[in-house]
C-alpha cells in the first residue's frame, strides 16, 4: 500500500485549518496503523469532518505534515486517491439508477473495462445482501439498504484505506450492526478504516484507537478502555459472605461498604496493577472474596468529561 516499509497508513503532525478567524482545527498529531479502526468522536463543529475532507485531499490544510498511504497529500493527492476510498455523512448514490447501474457508474469512473465492472457490481451487490435489490432503483430501497450500497460504490475501486463520516447515522440499531459487520469483515481483509462517529457505542465496539476531538484538538487518545480510565467513577466490586469480612476489608482497602449485600466498592482506574494490588492485600490479611468485578466508566462519561472545556490539557495514553 506504501513505498515506505512499515508506515502508517495515515499519519498527521501539526494539522491545522482555519476558516477566517475561525481556527476549525489547532494542530492536531495523530498516526493510524495498517489495517486497523481509528475513531474520532467529537461534538458537532469540532472538526471531525474537515479532518476527513483533508486526509482525503478535498480540501487544503493551512500547514502540516499529512501523510497518506505514505504518500504526501499535498505534494501527491494523486498517488493518495488511488488508494482511498471515502463514504461521507451524505449518500452519493443516484436515487434515480438501481442499484446496479449505480455501481456500474462507479465503474465507469474509475474506467474499468466492461466486463470487470460488470463482476465487480455483482460481487458487491451480492457481498451486501443486495443482489435480490440490484435492479431496483435506489429510492426503494430503506436507509439501511442505501448507506450499503453507499459503502459498495466506495468499494468498487478496491481501496486499501476508507474514510467513513459517521456512516451510520439515522440507522435502525439491526442496520447499524450489520454495517458494523461490514466494516469488520473489511478490516479482517486488511483494509484501514477512518471513522467519525457521534454514536459512542459505535467506536467503543468497532475502533482499535480513539481519538476525541474537541474545540479543534485532540484532547484525549487511547484505546477504549485506557481512555476509560481516564475519567473518576471506577471501582472494584467486593463480595464477602459475612459481615465481619466485610467490614475487616473496608478497614483494610477503604472504599464504600454496602451491608445489605455484603459488597465492597473500592476506588480503580481498572488496570491490571490496581486490581493485583487489591488482591495481594486481601491475600496477606486472609481474606478471600466470594465474588469480584471490575467496573469502569463507559465512553459516555468519557466524552462528557472531556469534551467543552477549550483549555483543557491533552491526555494521550500509550
Known amino acids: 500500500m506504501s513505498d515506505i516499509p512499515n508506515a502508517p497508513a495515515i499519519s498527521a503532525t501539526g494539522l ?13 498529531d495523530l498516526t493510524v496503523p495498517a489495517g486497523t479502526i481509528y475513531s474520532m468522536l467529537g461534538p458537532n463543529g469540532a472538526g471531525k469532518t474537515t479532518t476527513v475532507q ?39 448514490i443516484d436515487e434515480l439508477l438501481t442499484g446496479r447501474e449505480n455501481l456500474l457508474l462507479m465503474g465507469d469512473l474509475w474506467h474499468l473495462p466492461r466486463r470487470d465492472r460488470a463482476r ?107 481512555l476509560k480510565r481516564l475519567v473518576p467513577g471506577g471501582h472494584i466490586r467486593l463480595d464477602f459472605d459475612s459481615r465481619p469480612d466485610l467490614d475487616r476489608a473496608a478497614e483494610l482497602l477503604g472504599g464504600v461498604p454496602r451491608a445489605e449485600d455484603l459488597t465492597l466498592a473500592v476506588p480503580s482506574d481498572g488496570g491490571v496493577a490496581t486490581l493485583r494490588s487489591v488482591l495481594d492485600r486481601l491475600d496477606a490479611a486472609g481474606l478471600e472474596p466470594a465474588g469480584l468485578s471490575v467496573h469502569t466508566p463507559d465512553l459516555d462519561d468519557v466524552f462528557l468529561t472531556l469534551t467543552g472545556d477549550p483549555g483543557r490539557t491533552p491526555a494521550t495514553t500509550r
Do not use: C
Open 16 to 28: 491545522r485549518k482555519s476558516f477566517g478567524d475561525h481556527v476549525v482545527l489547532d494542530g492536531i
Open 54 to 92: 483533508i486526509l482525503s485531499t478535498l480540501s487544503a490544510a493551512d500547514s502540516g505534515d499529512i501523510r497518506v498511504g505514505g504518500h504526501d497529500v499535498t505534494a501527491d493527492p494523486g498517488a493518495v486517491r488511488e488508494l482511498i476510498g471515502v463514504t461521507g455523512q451524505f449518500s452519493a
Open 120 to 226: 465487480r457490481a455483482d460481487d458487491l451487490l451480492a457481498r451486501f445482501d443486495l443482489a435480490e435489490a440490484g435492479n431496483k432503483v435506489a429510492s426503494a430501497y430503506s436507509g439501511g439498504m442505501q448507506r450499503r450500497l453507499d459503502l459498495a460504490m466506495t468499494l468498487v475501486g478496491e481501496p486499501r484505506i476508507i474514510f467513513l463520516d459517521e456512516p451510520t447515522v439515522g440507522l435502525d440499531p439491526r442496520s447499524r450492526r450489520a454495517m458494523w459487520d461490514v466494516i469488520r469483515d473489511l478490516v479482517a481483509g486488511g483494509v484501514t478504516i477512518f471513522l467519525t462517529t457521534q454514536y459512542l457505542e459505535e467506536a467503543d465496539a468497532l475502533a482499535h484507537r480513539i481519538a476525541v476531538l474537541d474545540h479543534g484538538r485532540i484532547v484525549a487518545e487511547g484505546t477504549a478502555d485506557q
